[in-house]
């Protein structure tokens, strides 16, 4: 056994106390309760051997039968006044002094019960006159009360509820009263009935009774190593769990909402207390050890208060059951807890007066006891919101604490939740963030720090700005007032950019993932701090991420104009390059502005910038900025416009228009080399026979090539076939390229019999070879016109276009196919005609068939629809004979008598009687 020295507080000296102790356990200087003296007695003839008390009265009961009332002084130190001492208490029966050995008030029924002489006594409450004793009663070791509402048998009716409070409100008639007397070997449970006990059941008992308390309909009985539950109605045992652990001498207590605390040994003198529900399963899972074996157990919110053979023992009523005061007061048997809490000895008495939650708080928050303040802050009785204020209060001063302890980790990880922003933190780093520090307007008193503390505090700091930042971005979310949300904006704000300077001070690494997302960080602060650091590539990001391109694209060109050597210069332009593909659309002024430091160093790698497939929005580009653009590098705006259009797809006029003024530029341009021209006008005699007039401005093409004297007749002549101005081109083919395939080429191409602009193509091409403005008649083309496409030309004026010298056998094969068209023409019709006269006859038959059918009807005829006579009404018939009016008819082509549309059709004409 060791033995610790403990101080305990008593009035106003220090006092030594020797227990037997948990060698490890931690001893608070705390005073829960103030004790203090209030009655003592010297030289007197007996001495205390119970206590009760009712409101504001003491209750003693002496070993000479005496009951002496007692006033509890308002000031709570003073002496209490006697008020009453009553020496026939017991009644006139007892002529010699007689024990009391235990007291109990019942204010409802306006009773107190004692016990002497092994009997139960009643007695007026308000008198303290002797009324009656108990019958069959005699042999009384303790006895137990009850009150409940009647039929409400499961109340919490603990001195101190609530519940009971209120059952002094109520008539008498509607509470019942029950009462156990324990006795050797049995237990006597007794009801109040006409103002008397009677006697409801006798259970017998396997020992004797050392506890016993009501749970309801039952009695939790302790005996020796056990616990049971008995049923008070039918007797029925069950014991209590304890996992095995009994107690020598056991104690049951009963404690506010209905919880009961059963002592066990968990061995030899060590005790503790274990909870059980009103019907014996655990209330809960923790236990309360005790230094000394408690007499009796009374529960202090959220304390647990434990009364032995050295005095007074309080712990926290929790998993941690830590000690928080024990208080010598030997020899001291008596304690209750009524309205004031009280404990005596056989001479004297001791008022325990709590100490204010505030003051116990204070203390403990200034010895750093801040788990232990907050457990009795919840029990403050006060608003929601107030105790919320007040929680906050004691965790912060938690985090200050620790964070003084250098416990930088543990002090913000206590400040995580929603309930307290992030100024509440950085007042704490003066060096990082003076300025919210001078802000805050007190004076922390913290620490001096060295560099490496401040790294690891920094690094802290950033932990717990990572979690805020996710809890602002889950409360973003959430909120929909403006309101909040722009207050949850402030404060992204601040962590931003707070959290930046602490990746400047300990992780640079991490700058440039965090400037990538989508952060809120102040950008003139931030832009400050990185230029101070000399961190471009993170300034970049942070452009990049506001929008701010052409600040970033700056720091880019001036590293393209300070690169060393080739392969800086190489990875400077790469960097441009990847930068300009990420911008979009609205940027495409930017992208041009500064495409330039790359395309006048490396035409290649510049026109990746437009024509990327690794980053989509290239192609989302403004494509009439970045070819007006290029206009000053040609050859760079032909590979642009051919790649948007054959292999993006364009159909912009413009840019297909300045593609073809492209080709035609550098074909007429005499510096061009010839195999690269022809090449070119194969490209744009292509595109331009692709194009329809819809895509492609043809006039300003063409007024650009008529400029030329000579060169790209065809292209004309296509592009005025686009204009339909087929005369103009064909007039062109005919006397500039002379290539009768390409006139054929052309008047196929455009030719359509059912237009009126091109049914005559082939007439106009053979006017032009017969009768030209300008040169010799082509006769060998004109025939082959003749022979090849007789079907598209009107043989009588293209014989009129004939010259008289034309030989007959020139253009024989022309006759032949103009006859076998107009052979076939004639055979056609006649066909036609034949068909046509045998519909006319089956139309012929089907009309004499109609007028075959014949049909009756008088006056009362009747509509199968309405059901009211025809009469000289218009009507219809129905092939199945059903007559209806023409107004009643909803579809001609369905009968009324037959819902399957055509299975009965109409076939009769209207006709009217």
């Known amino acids: 056994i060791r033995y610790t020295r403990r101080w305990c507080e008593h009035s106003s000296f220090k006092v030594y106390y020797f227990g037997q102790i948990n060698p490890t356990e931690l001893i608070m200087d705390f005073s829960v309760f103030q004790c203090n003296q209030i009655v003592q007695w010297q030289s007197v003839p007996f001495h205390v051997t119970s206590l009760e008390v009712v409101d504001d009265l003491i209750l003693f009961g002496t070993s000479q039968g005496l009951l002496l009332v007692y006033v509890i002084p308002e000031d709570g130190v003073s002496t209490a006044p006697l008020k009453y001492s009553k020496k026939d208490f017991l009644g006139p029966k007892y002529k010699k002094t007689i024990a009391i050995t235990q007291l109990q008030a019942i204010p409802e029924f306006d009773l107190l019960l004692s016990l002497a002489d092994g009997s139960v006594h009643l007695h007026s409450l308000s008198?303290?006159?002797?009324?009656?004793?108990?019958?069959?009663?005699?042999?009384?070791?303790?006895?137990?009360?009850d009150v409940q509402i009647n039929g409400q048998i499961d109340m919490d009716t603990h001195r101190r509820s609530a519940q009971r409070a209120a059952l002094q409100r109520m008539d008498k008639t509607e509470l019942a009263l029950r009462l156990c007397c324990v006795m050797k070997k049995k237990m006597t449970t007794f009801k109040f009935k006409g103002n008397q006990f009677v006697v409801d059941k006798e259970l017998a008992t396997p020992d004797v009774c050392r506890s016993a308390v009501w749970a309801g309909k039952n009695i939790i009985a302790a005996y020796k190593k056990e616990y049971d539950l008995v049923d008070a109605e039918n007797g029925r045992v069950d014991q209590l769990e304890t996992d095995g652990k009994g107690c020598s001498d056991p104690l049951i207590s009963r404690l506010p909402f209905n919880i009961f605390a059963a002592l066990i040994e968990e061995e030899k003198s060590k005790y503790s207390t274990i909870y059980k529900t009103i019907d014996g399963r655990p209330a809960t899972s923790h236990s309360v050890e005790w230094t000394d074996k408690p007499r009796q157990i009374e529960m202090y919110e959220p304390f647990i208060v434990s009364l032995s053979e050295r005095g007074i023992e309080v712990r926290f009523d929790d998993a941690t059951s830590k000690l928080v005061q024990l208080h010598q007061l030997p020899k001291v048997p008596f304690m209750v807890y009524g309205k004031h809490f009280l404990v005596a000895s056989q001479n004297a008495c001791w008022l325990l007066v709590p100490t204010r939650f505030e003051t116990l708080i204070n203390d403990m928050k200034t010895k750093g006891m801040f788990v232990d303040a907050k457990k009795i802050a919840k029990r403050i009785n006060e608003?929601?919101?107030?105790?919320?204020?007040?929680?906050?209060?004691?965790?912060?001063?938690?985090?200050?604490?620790?964070?003084?302890?250098?416990?930088?980790?543990?002090?913000l990880k206590l400040l995580e939740g929603e309930a307290y922003p992030p100024m509440n933190v950085l007042v704490l780093y003066d060096w990082l963030m003076p300025k919210i520090s001078a802000m805050s307007g007190t004076s922390l008193n913290l620490p001096q720090l060295s560099d490496d503390e401040k790294a690891i505090a920094t690094r802290a700091l950033s932990n717990y700005l990572t979690e805020k930042r996710r809890q602002l971005l889950q409360k973003m979310q959430k909120e929909k007032s403006d309101e909040e949300q722009e207050q949850c904006k402030r404060l992204m704000k601040i962590v931003d950019t707070t959290q930046l300077k602490c990746y400047i001070k300990t992780s640079p690494q991490l700058i440039a993932p965090f400037m990538r997302l989508q952060n809120s960080c102040d950008i003139v602060e931030s832009e400050k701090m990185l230029k101070?650091?000399?961190?471009?590539?993170?300034?970049?990001?942070?452009?990049?991420?506001?929008?701010?391109?052409?600040?970033?694209?700056?720091?880019?060109?001036?590293?393209?104009?300070?690169?060393?050597?080739?392969?800086?210069?190489?990875?400077?332009?790469?960097?441009?390059?990847?930068?300009?593909?990420?911008?979009?659309?609205?940027?495409?002024?930017?992208?041009?502005?500064?495409?330039?430091?790359?395309?006048?160093?490396?035409?290649?790698?510049?026109?990746?910038?437009?024509?990327?497939?690794?980053?989509?929005?290239?192609?989302?580009?403004?494509?009439?900025?970045?070819?007006?653009?290029?206009?000053?590098?040609?050859?760079?705006?032909?590979?642009?416009?051919?790649?948007?259009?054959?292999?993006?797809?364009?159909?912009?006029?413009?840019?297909?228009?300045?593609?073809?003024?492209?080709?035609?530029?550098?074909?007429?341009d005499k510096k061009t080399p010839q195999d690269k021209k022809d090449d070119i006008q194969a490209k744009l005699n292509k595109f331009l026979k692709e194009s329809t007039p819809a895509t492609l401005d043809a006039s300003s093409i063409i007024r650009v090539l008529t400029q030329q004297k000579e060169g790209l007749y065809h292209e004309t002549a296509i592009l005025y076939g686009l204009l339909q101005r087929h005369d103009d081109a064909l007039e062109l083919i005919t006397?500039?390229?002379?290539?009768?395939?390409?006139?054929?080429?052309?008047?196929?191409?455009?030719?359509?019999?059912?237009?009126?602009?091109?049914?005559n193509l082939f007439m106009d091409l053979l006017h032009n070879y017969l009768r030209p403005k300008t040169g010799e008649v082509d006769m060998e083309s004109a025939l082959k016109i003749l022979k090849k496409h007789a079907d598209k030309l009107n043989p009588e004026k293209a014989l009129n276009l004939l010259p008289n010298t034309t030989k007959l056998m020139d253009i024989e094969e022309f006759m032949i196919k103009i006859l076998k068209q107009r052979e076939e023409i004639r055979h056609a019709l006649a066909?036609?005609?034949?068909?046509?006269?045998?519909?006319?006859?089956?139309?012929?038959?089907?009309?004499?068939?109609?007028?075959?059918?014949?049909?009756?009807?008088?006056?009362?005829?009747?509509?199968?629809?309405?059901?009211?006579?025809?009469?000289?009404?218009?009507?219809?018939?129905?092939?199945?004979?059903?007559?209806?009016h023409l107004h009643c008819m909803n579809q001609e082509s369905s009968c009324p008598a037959h819902t399957d549309e055509g299975k009965c059709r109409l076939n009769l004409a209207r006709q009217r009687s």
């Open 127 to 145: 008198s303290f006159s002797y009324l009656s004793t108990i019958d069959k009663s005699k042999g009384t070791l303790h006895f137990s009360t």
């Open 831 to 884: 066909i036609k005609r034949h068909l046509v006269k045998t519909q006319q006859l089956q139309i012929n038959k089907q009309k004499i068939e109609i007028h075959k059918i014949s049909f009756t009807f008088n006056e009362n005829t009747t509509c199968g629809v309405c059901r009211r006579p025809l009469r000289t009404h218009a009507f219809a018939i129905y092939p199945c004979g059903i007559h209806i």
């Open 532 to 668: 101070a650091a000399g961190m471009e590539r993170e300034l970049i990001e942070l452009y990049s991420r506001r929008g701010m391109h052409e600040k970033a694209l700056e720091i880019l060109r001036s590293e393209i104009g300070k690169a060393p050597n080739s392969s800086e210069l190489s990875t400077s332009l790469h960097k441009m390059v990847t930068y300009l593909q990420k911008l979009g659309r609205d940027d495409t002024s930017v992208v041009t502005k500064y495409a330039e430091s790359v395309v006048s160093r490396d035409e290649q790698l510049g026109m990746t910038i437009f024509l990327s497939e690794d980053f989509l929005n290239v192609k989302e580009f403004d494509r009439e900025i970045v070819m007006s653009y290029l206009k000053s590098y040609p050859r760079l705006l032909m590979i642009y416009l051919e790649y948007v259009i054959y292999q993006w797809g364009e159909q912009s006029p413009r840019l297909r228009t300045e593609l073809a003024h492209a080709y035609c530029i550098t074909i007429l």
């Open 735 to 759: 006397t500039k390229i002379k290539d009768f395939n390409i006139a054929e080429e052309y008047c196929v191409s455009h030719y359509d019999k059912n237009k009126v602009e091109t049914e």
């Open 383 to 411: 608003t929601e919101e107030e105790n919320e204020i007040r929680l906050r209060g004691i965790q912060l001063a938690h985090a200050h604490y620790e964070f003084k302890k250098k416990n930088f980790e543990g002090a």
